[in-house]
């Protein structure tokens, strides 16, 4: 009888250490996907810096189109109000704070392509800088992106397959959502260079 209830035991302390294991394999994996939100913040913190600086910069030009630099305003404050916590990654919350940030995207694309039609603009060296850094900075938000859509898939595998789902579950871990492509960005743009006047 002492040999059954030792080997018991030993399968009870076994079935624990190994959930053990689980949750907190689950809990590292989570802290690797609320970095990588924080980076992916980061990057976005960083093109909303550098708005108000084109925007001045932009705004010394004379005649310059007023409706594309309040889109871009408008749009900055739009992204900026948007905060999204790391505890809350699911794929609706994903989706609207992706929105915001693709409004922002958006109207910044509008400004550099309405600041082709002014080679006084184009000609300063504030904002050829600031261009560059704009565009490193995209450069850096996509890699954080994709960094950060690694560590959840990591996490999202662990958190659905068998038996870690069961603990996953018991522990409150839940799937957190990914950054997805834009709809209708499987379309190449259309590129014309007829100008009209």
């Given at each position: 009888?002492?040999?059954?209830?030792?080997?018991?035991?030993?399968?009870?302390?076994?079935?624990?250490?190994?959930?053990?294991?689980?949750r907190?394999?689950?809990?590292?994996?989570?802290?690797?996907?609320?970095?990588?939100?924080a980076?992916?913040?980061?990057?976005?913190?960083?093109?909303?810096?550098?708005?108000?600086?084109?925007?001045?910069?932009?705004?010394?030009?004379?005649?310059?189109?007023?409706?594309?630099?309040?889109?871009?305003?408008?749009?900055?404050?739009?992204?900026?109000?948007?905060?999204?916590?790391?505890?809350?990654?699911?794929?609706?919350?994903?989706?609207?704070?992706?929105?915001?940030?693709?409004?922002?995207?958006?109207?910044?694309?509008?400004?550099?392509?309405?600041?082709?039609?002014y080679?006084?603009?184009?000609?300063?060296?504030?904002?050829?800088e600031?261009?560059?850094?704009?565009?490193?900075?995209?450069?850096?938000?996509?890699?954080?992106?994709?960094?950060?859509?690694?560590?959840?898939?990591?996490?999202?595998?662990?958190?659905?397959?068998?038996?870690?789902?069961?603990?996953?579950?018991?522990?409150?871990?839940?799937?957190?959502?990914?950054?997805?492509?834009?709809?209708?960005?499987?379309?190449?743009?259309?590129?014309?260079?007829?100008?009209?006047?």
């Open positions: 009888m002492n040999r059954k209830l030792w080997i018991a035991l030993g399968v009870i302390a076994l079935v624990i250490f190994w959930g053990v294991g689980v907190n394999g689950l809990a590292t994996s989570d802290q690797e996907v609320k970095g990588s939100w980076n992916v913040q980061s990057a976005y913190q960083r093109r909303a810096d550098l708005i108000p600086n084109l925007v001045k910069t932009v705004q010394g030009v004379a005649n310059f189109e007023k409706s594309t630099l309040t889109a871009v305003i408008e749009a900055r404050a739009s992204a900026t109000q948007m905060k999204l916590d790391a505890k809350d990654l699911s794929p609706e919350n994903m989706q609207k704070y992706q929105a915001a940030q693709s409004s922002l995207g958006g109207a910044l694309s509008r400004l550099m392509v309405v600041a082709e039609n080679p006084q603009l184009k000609a300063t060296e504030n904002f050829s600031l261009q560059a850094q704009l565009e490193g900075t995209e450069n850096r938000i996509k890699e954080e992106r994709d960094r950060f859509n690694e560590s959840v898939k990591s996490y999202n595998s662990k958190v659905v397959t068998f038996p870690n789902n069961l603990i996953a579950s018991f522990s409150g871990f839940t799937e957190k959502g990914y950054f997805e492509a834009e709809a209708g960005s499987d379309k190449a743009p259309e590129v014309n260079f007829d100008e009209k006047k």
